[in-house]
């Protein structure tokens, strides 16, 4: 068929839930409460960190970024999720469908840059605490999370451009949340496989490599922690980084899941249940896991309480 021929798709479709009224209200109501929650208790994070001078390190400085982060991604999707929810569906023009996608994948990568950072952050903490201040300096601290940022945006918009150069000639229906990455290929009327090529290429520095890093640089922690002769001591050494350790298990395994492991055997229902916990539950579990497990954030929350009452 020649190119002139196709008719050019100017909007998809996006499904999302086909079933009873009465469940799509009651998850757009769980839905809406948990956005709600993330949305407060990441903001809750970045005002902490940058009012509280406790928390002015290294540490709290990336968990402030990956909390921006996590704001992106959430309000990327769901608010679009909460409108398909509530029309049974809903129309989404081709740009509107690429810039979501570019978003949610740029936000994800700087997330794997910022998880590789906050790792090594960790080492030095751990491996060499004597030398840790003239190493994470926050001229360092500021350089590597410009990286994590252009690296993840620049990255990811190679792929974006070829995708938005695809022809879409029907059908324009996408059956999942939002504009994700295969389903989008999948109602292409294109040669898909250089787009797959590139996605996977590109894999390497935005996935590989960050966890590469995070598995080398926990396997120099495990190893200090081992040497270290009183139980008290390990305990507290590990203390340090069990929360990026949670996080990071939680972010690749889920991660893993959704786009490594093969979906074959997989209902549509089922895929878009993985990615609803992928995309809702990790921006509002980072927060709660930071803070639950952090005597130093629970101390600046008690400041500002007595700051606010008084």
Same mark, same amino acid.
């Given at each position: 068929?020649?190119k002139?021929? !196709?008719?050019e798709?100017?909007?998809?479709?996006?499904?999302?839930?086909?079933?009873?009224?009465?469940?799509r209200?009651?998850?757009?109501?769980?839905l809406? #409460?948990?956005y709600c929650?993330?949305?407060?208790?990441?903001l809750?994070?970045? @005002? !902490?960190?940058?009012?509280?001078k406790?928390?002015?390190? =290294?540490?709290?400085?990336?968990?402030s970024?990956?909390?921006?982060?996590?704001?992106l991604?959430?309000?990327?999707? &769901?608010?679009k999720?909460?409108?398909?929810l509530?029309?049974n569906?809903?129309?989404?023009?081709?740009?509107?469908?690429?810039?979501?996608?570019?978003?949610?994948?740029a936000s994800?990568?700087?997330?794997?840059?910022?998880? @590789?950072v906050?790792?090594?952050?960790r080492? &030095?903490?751990?491996?060499?605490?004597?030398?840790?201040s003239?190493?994470?300096?926050? +001229?360092?601290c500021?350089?590597?999370?410009?990286?994590?940022? !252009?690296?993840?945006?620049?990255? #990811?918009?190679?792929?974006m451009i070829?995708? @938005?150069k695809?022809?879409?000639?029907g059908?324009?229906?996408?059956?999942?949340?939002?504009c994700?990455i295969?389903p989008?290929?999948? #109602?292409?009327?294109?040669?898909?496989?250089?787009?797959h090529?590139?996605i996977?290429i590109? +894999?390497i520095?935005?996935?590989?490599t960050p966890?590469?890093?995070?598995?080398?640089s926990?396997?120099?922690?495990?190893? @200090?922690?081992?040497?270290? =002769?009183s139980?008290?001591?390990?305990?507290k050494?590990f203390?340090?980084?069990?929360?990026h350790l949670?996080?990071?298990?939680?972010?690749? +395994?889920?991660?893993?899941? #959704?786009y490594?492991?093969?979906?074959? +055997?997989r209902t549509l229902?089922?895929?878009?249940?993985?990615?609803?916990l992928y995309?809702v539950?990790?921006p509002?579990f980072?927060?709660?896991?930071?803070?639950?497990?952090?005597?130093?954030?629970?101390?600046?929350?008690?400041?500002?309480?007595?700051?606010?009452?008084w």
């Amino acid at each position: 068929m020649q190119k002139d021929n !196709l008719t050019e798709v100017s909007e998809f479709f996006l499904l999302g839930f086909q079933t009873s009224q009465d469940i799509r209200f009651s998850l757009f109501c769980f839905l809406l #409460v948990v956005y709600c929650g993330t949305i407060c208790g990441n903001l809750l994070i970045i @005002a !902490l960190v940058s009012t509280s001078k406790n928390l002015h390190t =290294p540490m709290y400085f990336f968990i402030s970024h990956l909390a921006i982060s996590d704001i992106l991604i959430i309000t990327d999707i &769901v608010l679009k999720m909460l409108k398909i929810l509530l029309n049974n569906g809903e129309t989404m023009t081709f740009i509107s469908c690429i810039t979501q996608l570019y978003l949610f994948c740029a936000s994800e990568a700087t997330e794997c840059f910022l998880l @590789a950072v906050m790792s090594y952050d960790r080492y &030095v903490a751990i491996c060499n605490p004597l030398r840790y201040s003239s190493i994470m300096t926050s +001229g360092h601290c500021m350089i590597l999370s410009i990286l994590c940022w !252009l690296l993840g945006f620049s990255i #990811v918009l190679i792929y974006m451009i070829k995708t @938005a150069k695809l022809n879409f000639c029907g059908p324009n229906i996408i059956d999942h949340l939002f504009c994700d990455i295969n389903p989008l290929l999948e #109602v292409s009327c294109s040669d898909t496989f250089i787009i797959h090529t590139v996605i996977y290429i590109l +894999g390497i520095p935005i996935v590989i490599t960050p966890t590469i890093i995070i598995v080398m640089s926990y396997t120099y922690i495990v190893s @200090a922690i081992l040497r270290i =002769p009183s139980n008290t001591g390990r305990q507290k050494a590990f203390s340090t980084c069990s929360s990026h350790l949670i996080v990071v298990s939680i972010f690749y +395994g889920t991660l893993f899941g #959704v786009y490594i492991v093969p979906t074959k +055997g997989r209902t549509l229902t089922m895929n878009k249940i993985i990615s609803l916990l992928y995309i809702v539950f990790i921006p509002l579990f980072n927060p709660i896991i930071y803070s639950l497990r952090n005597k130093d954030i629970w101390k600046a929350v008690q400041k500002c309480h007595k700051r606010v009452i008084w």
